[in-house]
């Protein structure tokens, strides 16, 4: 098993452009989330899915969008960047919606918007 | 967003020596969890505690679920060179799962030679 992907690994943008952060998983988890890791601020939670077609929002959202459309895949959209969202994002699935201690973490994509 | 308090923000310690930090909440939680991130990686669950008074162990690590739900412990005997990292607590109010985690804002260790 591959566990969580993430794809790009590293991105810049420029102000006002699109972009969409891919995450995958391989262990066929109903729950998948994304989140972001700023300095000093831990990880919050962007959004969530506990299945196929179900989406929800977490604790920043604004600026985000996602849909899943399979059980595999789960890709974080940014409409306009803005520097603001200069961060660490990370992908996390669970077998059980939400199941604490299966939580898997990708190694994250680090994203740059100047 | 509610986050949790997490204690020391770092420690600089030698090679050897014990670490002990902790995290608390103002609100009760019934899972709490501890991660660690190495550099360019993502967390890695280290210790899961589903039950107030839980004291769990993973070789050197040692974790403990405070009784009064509103805080836990993590301590590391015995520091080797790759404990280096942060170290995030994590809970969860509903202990089926279906709440989110809320994370801490981590504790980094760094080794000194």
């Known amino acids: 098993n591959a566990g969580v992907t993430q794809t790009p690994k590293f991105q810049v943008l420029k102000t006002g452009q699109s972009m969409t952060l891919q995450c995958a998983q391989d262990?066929?988890?109903?729950?998948m989330s994304w989140y972001r890791q700023d300095p000093g601020m831990g990880l919050r939670l962007i959004h969530y899915?506990?299945?196929?077609?179900?989406?929800d929002q977490g604790e920043v959202p604004n600026g985000y969008n996602v849909s899943r459309s399979t059980t595999e895949d789960f890709p974080l959209r940014l409409l306009s960047a803005a520097p603001s969202q200069t961060s660490v994002y990370f992908c996390?699935?669970?077998?059980?919606?939400?199941?604490?201690?299966?939580?898997?973490f990708g190694p994250g994509t680090r994203l740059t918007v100047l | 967003g509610q986050q949790l308090n997490q204690s020391p923000q770092s420690m600089f310690i030698q090679e050897g020596e014990d670490v002990s930090m902790n995290c608390t909440s103002s609100?009760?939680?019934?899972?709490w969890l501890w991660y660690k991130q190495d550099p360019g990686e993502g967390p890695v669950l280290l210790i899961a505690?589903?039950?107030?008074?839980e004291l769990t162990s993973n070789g050197r690590l040692t974790a403990q679920f405070g009784i009064t739900r509103k805080d836990s412990f993590l301590n590391i005997s015995a520091s080797i060179p790759s404990d280096v990292g942060i170290y995030f607590c994590?809970?969860?109010?509903?202990?089926?799962?279906?709440?989110?985690?809320?994370f801490g804002t981590g504790t980094r260790l760094t080794i000194i030679p």
């Open positions: 996390a699935s669970s077998y059980l919606p939400g199941l604490a201690g299966g939580f898997f």
């Open positions: 262990m066929n988890h109903e729950y």
């Open positions: 899915s506990v299945g196929a077609g179900i989406t």
């Open positions: 609100s009760i939680f019934n899972t």
């Open positions: 505690l589903y039950k107030a008074g």
């Open positions: 994590a809970g969860q109010l509903d202990v089926f799962g279906n709440e989110k985690l809320t």
